[in-house]
C-alpha cells in the first residue's frame, strides 16, 4: 500500500486505496465504491476489482458534486438487497472478506493465524476421508464464491461438494448448496456464524453445518433434520469426533489445536 500524509503536499501525487481517498473527502467507503461503479470518479485497475485513486484527479472530477455525508455502510441502512451481480462490481479490498448475506453487504478482517492452522488441518483430514469414500466429490475452502438464492453470496472457510452435485460447480462459483459446509469462528465472527448463516444454511438445506471454534477449541457438527438443525456430534480440547453419518471418519480435535 502507497504511504500518505494527509493534506500533505504530495498526496495528490499518489495512487491511494478507497479508503484513504473516503477518508480524506470525508466521505463513506461505499460511496467511493458507488461513484466508482457510476464511472463518476476516475480509477485505475491494478488487477481483478483492485481498484486506486489520484486525489487530485477525483477531486477535479468531482468539482461541486462531493456531498458530505455520514460513513453509513450498506449492513446499517441498505437502499436495496444486494445480489450477485452487485457483489461482482464491488473492488476488493487486501485484509478483508467481503460476503452478502441476505441482500446486504458483510465486510470482516482476513482470519488470524489460529484460525488458518485449526482449518488448515481440518482441511487435510476431510480430503483423505471424502477422497476415498467419494473420489468423485471435492473439498474447497475460502476463497471461493458460494451462492444461495437470489441475495446471498457466502465464502464458506471449507465445504464439500459430493460427486452427485457436480452439476453446482460453476468455472467461477459453486452455484447451489454443498453437502457439507465448515464455519471456522473468529472473534468478530461468532455471531454471524451461529445465527445469520446457520439461518441461510439452513434455508438452502445444507445437509451438515458445522462450527469449529479454534479459541474455545470445540467442534460442533449440526444436520439437516425436519427443517431445523440438530446436533449429532460435538467435542472440545483433546476429545475424539466420530460423525454418525460419515462412517469411519473419526476428528482428534487435539491435532486440530497444535502448531
Known amino acids: 500500500m502507497i504511504r500518505y500524509v494527509k493534506g500533505g503536499s504530495d498526496v495528490s501525487k499518489e495512487l491511494i486505496t478507497a479508503q484513504a481517498l473516503a477518508e480524506i473527502l470525508d466521505l463513506s467507503v461505499e460511496t467511493i465504491w458507488r461513484y466508482t461503479r457510476e ?34 455502510p450498506y449492513e446499517t ?22 460476503e452478502i448475506l441476505e441482500g446486504v453487504l458483510v465486510k470482516e478482517p482476513s482470519p ?26 471435492e473439498i474447497f475452502d475460502a476463497p471461493l464464491d458460494v451462492t444461495l438464492f437470489d441475495f446471498n453470496v457466502i465464502q464458506p472457510d471449507l465445504f464439500y461438494v459430493s460427486g452427485e452435485q457436480k452439476r453446482i460447480v460453476k468455472d467461477a462459483r459453486i452455484d447451489g448448496a454443498p453437502a457439507l459446509v465448515v464455519e471456522v469462528i473468529s472473534p468478530s465472527s461468532g455471531r454471524k456464524d451461529r445465527l445469520q448463516k446457520m439461518r441461510i444454511y439452513q434455508q438452502a438445506r445444507v445437509q451438515h453445518y458445522w462450527l469449529l471454534d479454534p479459541q474455545e477449541k470445540t467442534l460442533e457438527c449440526f444436520a439437516w433434520r425436519d427443517g431445523i438443525y440438530a446436533v449429532i456430534a460435538s467435542g472440545m ?11 469411519g471418519l473419526s476428528i482428534e480435535l487435539k491435532a486440530l489445536w497444535s502448531k
Not at 113 to 137: C, M, N, T, W
Request: proline share 6%; charged share 35%; glycine share 4%.
Open 77 to 98: 441502512n441498505p437502499v436495496k438487497k444486494l445480489t450477485y451481480q452487485d457483489y461482482l462490481d464491488i473492488p476488493e479490498e487486501p485484509g478483508c472478506r467481503i
Open 112 to 137: 488470524s493465524v489460529i484460525h488458518q492452522r485449526a482449518s488448515r488441518k481440518l482441511q487435510r483430514i476431510l480430503e483423505d476421508y471424502f477422497a476415498e469414500v467419494d473420489p468423485e466429490g
Open 39 to 72: 464511472n463518476r470518479i476516475p480509477y485505475i485497475e491494478l488487477g481483478s476489482r483492485q481498484y486506486r485513486y489520484k486525489l487530485d484527479v477525483v477531486i477535479k472530477a468531482l468539482s461541486d458534486d462531493i456531498v458530505r455525508e455520514k460513513t453509513v
Open 237 to 247: 480440547d483433546e476429545d475424539i469426533v466420530e460423525h454418525p453419518n460419515f462412517m
